[in-house]
């Protein structure tokens, strides 16, 4: 396993990092690698755009229409 040294980190996020860690009951040498592994091997989030476009196409739009209970427009403030 490889070391990582990092310099001129800001106190305050010193003491956030070593806070987090005693919350999580780990130091903040573990606290740091799991930092790291959750920010850079989880996979990407997907944009709303390719995770809408890779829902199959089933069903009719008619199947998703609201039934209309009455003509005038309903008062959603009143």
């Known amino acids: 396993m490889a070391d990582l040294l990092v310099r001129g980190v800001d106190e305050a996020l010193v003491q956030a990092?070593?806070?987090r860690a005693g919350t999580h009951?780990?130091?903040a040498e573990a606290e740091?690698?799991?930092i790291l592994?959750?920010?850079l091997l989880t996979p990407p989030r997907r944009k709303l755009s390719e995770l809408l476009a890779s829902m199959p196409d089933v069903g009719?739009?008619?199947d998703f229409?609201?039934?209309v209970e009455r003509a005038e427009a309903a008062d959603v403030f009143g």
């Open 65 to 67: 229409r609201r039934p």
């Open 32 to 34: 740091h690698r799991a």
């Open 25 to 27: 009951g780990r130091s």
């Open 37 to 39: 592994a959750a920010a």
């Open 17 to 19: 990092l070593k806070q």
């Open 60 to 62: 009719r739009d008619a």
